[in-house]
Each structure stands twice: as structure tokens, then as C-alpha cells.
């Protein structure tokens, strides 16, 4: 089946670590993108790339950083210069078409002690 | 700069309507909604597109106004599956796709 992976689920870190979340998609999309999702502040956009080689910064990067060296794999990496990395952690693609909707991964949970 | 969504959250009971609302402060070219359940990823549910094109997968309806930037989405005769949060969704230059903070509708039986 067609779909994004996300990967780990759960992790838990020590304050100071950078830690990478990984996305994999076999939808064969050119776009996509990473989200982060606290209560009450819905889907703040991170990071995003329209095609491999290419990323371009969210409104909140500050403190990530990403890589697009393959068109299924995008994977997020949460530096310690993030001030506040506990968060839930969407990854997303879609088509190259104007009118294609997101396809999300089931997110991954990072809590920072 | 996000839309902005209202209701923050909304209480209904089962078969009664909900209109949620979505505002942007810059042009409208198309509007996506998505609705997500506690823990789970974000569901598609519809587009909008200028010109009045919906593409959608659910029987929900939706308008667009592109001159009060704006979309509303309608839940009529709710049922049980309709809770969760909805966000809107607006399409900017490059791919670049910014929602709303959400709107918790809670179906009550």
C-alpha cells in the first residue's frame, strides 16, 4: 500500500541532543513537507521541498534543518539550538499538481527531558 | 501569516449542523480542509478552487468567497464521526501550505 512512514513514534531525548526524525513515502510525490503541531497552535509549517536537492524554510525552521537527497525521503533533524523541541511531528507529501491535496504520515512524538 | 478559524470548538449534538469558518488575510487561489482525530494524522476532506471547483471525498460541503477571503465549511445532520479538529488550509507561492490553528467539534449522542 501507498503511504508516508514515519519513524520512531515515540522518542525521548536529553535536553542538548539533536535528534532526526525520519519520513519515507512511496506515493512517488515531488512535494513535501514537515509540520509541527502543539495544542491550540494548530499546523505551524517547518520545512518544505517542492523537488530533491531543493528545500525551502517554514515559518518556524529556526532550530531545524532538513535534507531532500532522495524524491521518497525527507528526513528532520531537531537541533539543541531548538529552544523548545517537545512537540508532535507531522511529515506530509502531495502531487506536483496545483490542486493536490496532503497525505500525512501518523506523526512522530518527541518529548525533550 | 495563518488563516484564522471559527469557533475555536464547537458542541453539537448528534444531527445537528456546524458551520466552521476560514479567513486569510491575503488572496484566495484554493482552500484545503482536513479533519484529524485525537492521535491520528490529518484527514483530507476537500478543495476549493477559484472558480468554484470543489474536489472533496466525504458528502461535506464547503463555499469559497475569493472576495471576502474566505471558505466555510458545513457539517449538516452531524453524526458521531464527525468529531475531531478541523483545519483549513491555503495554498501560497511554491507548494507552500499554511493552516489555521483548528476547530474542535465534539458530537454528543
Known amino acids: 500500500d501507498g503511504g508516508i512512514t514515519q519513524s520512531p513514534k515515540y522518542l525521548f531525548r536529553k535536553e542538548g541532543q539533536n535528534v532526526t526524525l525520519s519520513c519515507e513515502q512511496n506515493?512517488?510525490?515531488?512535494?513535501m513537507y514537515w509540520y509541527r503541531q502543539d495544542p491550540g497552535q494548530g499546523l505551524r509549517l517547518i520545512y518544505y521541498s517542492q523537488i530533491v536537492n531543493d528545500f525551502q524554510k517554514g515559518d518556524i525552521a529556526e532550530g531545524y534543518s532538513v535534507s531532500r537527497e532522495k524524491k521518497e525521503s525527507f528526513p528532520l533533524t531537531v537541533t539543541s539550538a531548538q529552544k523548545n523541541p517537545t512537540a508532535f511531528y507531522l511529515c506530509?507529501?502531495?502531487?506536483?499538481?496545483?490542486?493536490?491535496?496532503?497525505?500525512f504520515g501518523e506523526g512522530s512524538r518527541l518529548t525533550v527531558l | 501569516q495563518q488563516p484564522v478559524q471559527s469557533p475555536q470548538a464547537v458542541i453539537l449534538r448528534e444531527g445537528e449542523d456546524a458551520v466552521i469558518n476560514c479567513s486569510s488575510s491575503?488572496?484566495?487561489?484554493?482552500v484545503h480542509w482536513y479533519r484529524q482525530k485525537h492521535g491520528e494524522a490529518p484527514v483530507f476532506l476537500m478543495i476549493?478552487?477559484?472558480?468554484?471547483e470543489q474536489k472533496g471525498h466525504e458528502k461535506i460541503s464547503a463555499s469559497f468567497n475569493e472576495k471576502k477571503q474566505q471558505s466555510s465549511l458545513y457539517l449538516t445532520a452531524s453524526q458521531l464521526s464527525y468529531s475531531g479538529t478541523y483545519f483549513c488550509?491555503?495554498?501560497?507561492?511554491?507548494?507552500?501550505?499554511?493552516f489555521g490553528k483548528g476547530t474542535r467539534l465534539h458530537i454528543l449522542p
Open positions: 506530509a507529501s502531495k502531487t506536483d499538481r496545483a490542486t493536490g491535496e496532503l497525505f
Open positions: 488550509g491555503i495554498p501560497e507561492r511554491n507548494d507552500k501550505i499554511i
Open positions: 491575503k488572496a484566495l487561489y484554493s
Open positions: 476549493l478552487l477559484k472558480g468554484g
Open positions: 506515493l512517488n510525490h515531488d512535494a
